[in-house]
């Protein structure tokens, strides 16, 4: 392996003194006559064709800065979602300010140790940190955040300041509305990720059923809920026979909103068992990255902006860093609709 090439190498080379060479090379000298101009371009053409990389441990301490941010997540699954084009847009948005992206994965004690948390920043060598911890989080470690001023904004968590999240409640009352506006009143919502049993659950939780909620309310109708009434959630294994239930009652929903793209095969699978086809006798509709067209027809989704979600999380972090003190607003980003092809008007049944 080659030694790296110093700043005196090419001060040598260039026949000009070290500190020259640094002012050049860093940026931090601009000459405006014409032989300044001329030997300013010359360094850096033998600093080029040296082959000289930039200190960046010198460069950190000179600025004070490490220039990279950590994407701070926990071991645990299901404790953070990370969408691609989530992680994508942050790494690609540091790229543009010419910062790095660290993925740092710690244990909940690690996150909560009065010793280990504060000291992440200058271990991990970032000045900031996007916290992609969304689901049942320790209070310790959001205090230990606060207390000891560290810039960091969380991502796709329900909190008053520095952080970006979606309007759940806004996305899954819309999506309610298109099932009304298509002439369905017996309208289901159906979650089987979360159960009474779940512990602080991600925020979507309870805000997709409020807005589901609301819409129904306003409509003049009764919501109807098909959730777990034991446990964490429904066990995937037991989902279809769970669908089953309420598709044979004599009222069965004619439409469905599901909390996530999870309960859609299920419901789909069930559906098509008894002979029912979607969207003419079931019409439904979720919430995901992308629409799904497992079923056949493509499904009307709530496309959650998760690249924008990381975009301007890293915007919003850059600033943070700038003022770690300043307590930024947080951002509700909107949702886009795709009517996708399964929602229909309610097919009458010969008999009812």
């Known amino acids: 392996m080659s030694t790296p090439v110093t700043l005196k190498q090419i001060a040598n080379r260039a026949d000009v003194s070290e500190m020259t060479v640094s002012k050049v090379l860093s940026g931090r000298y601009q000459p405006t006559q ?66 790095k992206l660290t993925l740092a994965r710690m244990t909940d004690e690690q996150l909560t140790d009065d010793t280990q948390l504060p000291k992440l920043l200058n271990e991990w060598c970032c000045d900031g940190m996007l916290v992609n911890y969304t689901d049942d989080v320790p209070e310790k470690m959001v205090d230990l955040i606060n207390a000891h001023h560290l810039p960091a904004v969380w991502v796709n968590t329900m909190r008053e300041y520095d952080c970006v999240r979606i309007d759940d409640v806004t996305a899954s009352r819309q999506a309610t509305e298109a099932l009304l506006a298509a002439g369905h009143t017996r309208i289901a919502y159906v979650d089987y990720t979360h159960g009474p049993a779940s512990i602080n659950p991600h925020y979507s939780a309870k805000a997709r059923l409020e807005g589901y909620r609301q819409a129904m309310s306003q409509a003049g109708l009764q919501p109807r809920e098909e959730l777990t009434q034991t446990g964490e959630g429904v066990p995937r294994p037991d989902r279809v026979g769970f669908v089953m239930q309420w598709l044979d009652s004599p009222d069965r929903p004619t439409a469905v909103l599901c909390y996530g ?39 009307a989704t709530m496309l959650l902006p998760t690249f924008e979600m990381g975009q301007q999380a890293v915007e919003m972090l850059i600033k943070k860093v700038a003022a770690p003190d300043r307590l930024f607003a947080c951002k509700a980003l909107d949702t886009r609709w795709d009517a996708g092809q399964t929602i229909a008007p309610p097919h009458k049944e010969p008999g009812r």
Not at 69 to 96: N, Q, Y
Not at 282 to 296: D, P, Q
């Open 34 to 99: 014409r032989r300044a101009v001329a030997r300013a371009n010359r360094i850096r053409e033998i600093a080029q064709k040296m082959g000289y990389r930039p200190n960046a441990a010198a460069k950190a301490i000179r600025l004070g800065r490490f220039g990279a941010m950590a994407l701070l997540m926990s071991v645990k699954p299901h404790r953070g979602a990370l969408f691609t084009d989530m992680l994508m847009s942050m790494h690609d948005t540091l790229a543009e300010h010419d910062l």
């Open 261 to 299: 793209q999870e309960e859609v095969l299920p419901i789909g699978f069930a559906a098509m068992s008894k002979g029912l086809v979607i969207p003419r006798d079931l019409s439904m509709v979720s919430f995901g990255e992308i629409s799904l067209e497992s079923m056949g027809p493509r499904l």
